[in-house]
């Protein structure tokens, strides 16, 4: 008799164990905070800016609404910390290497490395959320744009001062340390806009990708003839308006 109770009670379904979604240990903290920004992330591109709500986010994320409060204030910080994470991640050049190859080769490579990074649904889908919202947040799509840039041509400048030093391209007044910024913000431009236009009106990115070569090619080439002119005719033609006015001419002529 005592037996066959002993199996009913192994048998009997046990209570389910409760989903802990209260205030993490001190040691898990930085772990919950990269779940609640992978979770915001899903939410803002499946449902868009206006319609995410912090609750949808704290479901997915399985955190509680005080836990993702206590980090961010607002929904707003909170796209904004997942943006600032993309940027993150997208800006790293640290593996990128300057060493071997002719000028071009070089710059090619990283104009590939900066457009990989670039045609991701992930960096799409989120610029369209916050122009989508630029009208009713403006500070949110201008911070978005601030982060994307700046953080970018820094890591660009930083390459362009060791190219500066192992290459006689380094000669060009664009190539000088004070001009550097202005340079790495002119290549990106050169290099990204067209394609991050094009993505952002709904071409195919797997198209675009397969792209990345040879537009990486004919951008390099413009973009060191620019450089290489400012060189022979001295400081003038390395100031931004003529580069402005080199570039608009370049994008009339394709």
């Known amino acids: 008799m005592k037996m066959e109770q002993a199996m009913v009670a192994e048998a009997a379904p046990q209570p389910a164990r409760a989903v802990r979604c209260g205030r993490p240990p001190r040691g898990l903290a930085g772990e919950v905070e ?6 915001a992330g899903h939410v803002f591109l499946q449902r868009g800016f206006s319609g995410a ?6 479901e997915v994320a399985c955190a509680g609404k005080p836990t993702i409060y206590a980090r961010f204030p607002g929904k707003q910080a909170l796209f904004t910390a997942v943006v600032e994470r993309l940027v993150r991640r997208n800006t790293s050049l640290d593996d990128f290497s300057c060493a071997g190859g002719s000028i071009e080769e070089r710059l090619e490579a990283l104009a590939a490395v900066i457009l990989t990074t670039v045609l991701i649904p992930e960096t799409i889908g ?20 601030r982060m994307g840039r700046e953080r970018k041509a ?52 797997a198209a675009l990708r397969a792209e990345i070569g040879p537009y990486a090619a004919s951008s390099v080439a413009f973009f060191l003839a620019a450089c290489r002119g400012a060189e022979a005719a001295g400081p003038g033609l390395g100031t931004p308006a003529n580069a402005e006015l080199a570039a608009e001419h370049s994008a009339v002529a394709e």
């Open 34 to 39: 990269e779940r609640i920004l992978d979770a």
């Open 53 to 58: 709500s912090v609750e949808e986010i704290a």
């Open 126 to 145: 989120l610029i369209r959320v916050a122009v989508a919202e630029a009208r009713r947040f403006p500070d949110l799509a201008s911070n978005v744009s």
């Open 154 to 205: 820094e890591a660009v400048a930083h390459v362009f001062a060791e190219f500066a030093g192992s290459d006689d391209i380094g000669a060009s007044p664009a190539f000088a340390p004070d001009r550097l910024q202005e340079t790495a913000r002119r290549f990106l431009d050169l290099v990204v806009l067209r394609m991050l236009v094009r993505a952002l009106f709904g071409e195919d990115l």
